[in-house]
């Protein structure tokens, strides 16, 4: 891939030895260009973690390549990588500010440890608290403020050196949701007006849905599937890629609401894909019509994804059933359906 800033080939990590060793990290290979949104998403244990801190240094990986803005970090000693970390900026899940120090020495913490001056260091905080909502508070101490604020606080001490890649482990799972989606928002901001690349690592399908173009999905230590979010959400080829989109969807019925339905409704209970296509929506939307069956929607969900529309719709169908037959010849023409006679029986 042109003009990636991290590279991962082949990239092993091993806690302990012998029979208690912990393969953490087992054969990952990934590339990510540079200004990208890129996620890291997996169970617990999955080894994403981990991942992350591979990037920086933090852990050193026990065979494979990591390349990241051109230096080999698997190679390098930790005085070598004292020199990199400048350019790697990280958030994390439980904020880990200084509890002693106000927000603004907080954010002025990684400057004085990279030796600026007075005047630079109050000049960037002051920049960087006005970029995250928060200037009125350089003088607060972090009991004083919110979790949101907090992260904000941690967002705005990670950019203070100017990195070129900004890493964030789980930066959202101790918010609520209106407060996520705000971190989200500011984090979009950090990529489209400071160019960094994003490395975000979650367990929540819906913050890679809101806020990542690719994603890479783990499952004990390996990466299941890499693509576009919504590639992964229109098609995924892996039962873990298909359990995490339903997390962040649920616009199939479950077999109970099948259930629930089919007493419901007479007919044939059918599930379509809705596709990114009006050419195709179209022929879709006329097929029932043209076989003389009636389609009456009972279940189903749409989001947006990438600017683009995804989910699906749950129809209860009458009508003869050479009629159905025939409708249904024509989806599986266009994107496929899904017809719930086994989950019934």
């Known amino acids: 891939m042109a003009d990636s800033i991290i590279t991962f080939d082949g990239v092993h990590k091993t806690f302990g030895e012998g029979p208690e060793a912990v393969h953490a990290v087992s054969d990952v290979s990934f590339e990510i260009p540079a200004g990208e ?6 169970f617990s244990g999955a080894g994403k973690s981990t991942v992350v801190r591979l990037i920086n240094g933090l852990e050193r990986s026990t065979a494979g390549r990591i390349i990241v ?4 970090i698997s190679s390098m000693s930790e005085s070598q990588l004292r020199k990199v970390r400048p350019d790697i900026g990280m958030i994390f899940q439980q904020f880990n500010l200084f509890s002693s120090k106000t927000i603004a020495e907080n ?3 990684p400057l004085r440890l990279a030796k600026w001056d007075g005047v630079r260091r109050r000049a960037r905080v002051a920049e960087l608290l006005e ?3 928060l200037r009125d508070k350089a003088k607060a101490y972090p009991a004083q403020l919110s979790g949101g604020q907090k992260q904000r606080v941690g967002i705005a001490r990670a950019l203070a050196t100017g990195p070129k890649i900004l890493l964030a482990d789980e930066s959202t799972s101790a918010l609520d ?3 996520t989606y705000e971190v989200l928002e500011l984090l979009r901001r950090v990529n489209e007006e400071l160019g960094l690349t994003i490395v975000l690592i979650t367990h929540e399908m819906d913050v890679v849905r809101h806020l990542c173009q690719r994603v890479a999905i783990m499952e004990a230590g390996r990466v299941a599937e890499v693509g576009s979010v919504y590639d992964i959400f229109a098609a995924p080829k892996q039962e873990v890629t298909r359990r995490f989109v339903q ?3 649920r616009d199939r019925p479950t077999p109970d609401a099948l259930t629930r339905l089919a007493h419901a409704h007479p007919g ?5 894909p809705v596709v990114d296509d009006p050419e195709v929506a179209g022929v879709r939307n006329s097929a029932f019509a043209r076989h003389g069956v009636q389609a009456q929607v009972v279940y189903g969900g749409i989001i947006e ?5 995804y989910g699906s719709l749950t129809y209860a169908l009458t009508g003869t059933d050479a009629a159905i037959d025939a409708a249904l010849a024509e989806l599986a023409n266009t994107g496929g359906y899904e017809e719930h006679r086994r989950e019934l029986r």
């Open 131 to 133: 970029f995250v909502g």
């Open 177 to 179: 949701p209106q407060t």
């Open 37 to 42: 949104i890129f996620g890291v998403i997996g």
């Open 69 to 72: 803005d051109g230096f080999e």
């Open 268 to 272: 044939r209970l059918v599930t379509v």
């Open 107 to 109: 954010v002025a913490y």
């Open 305 to 309: 994804i990438s600017e683009r529309p």
């Open 247 to 249: 997390t962040a969807l």
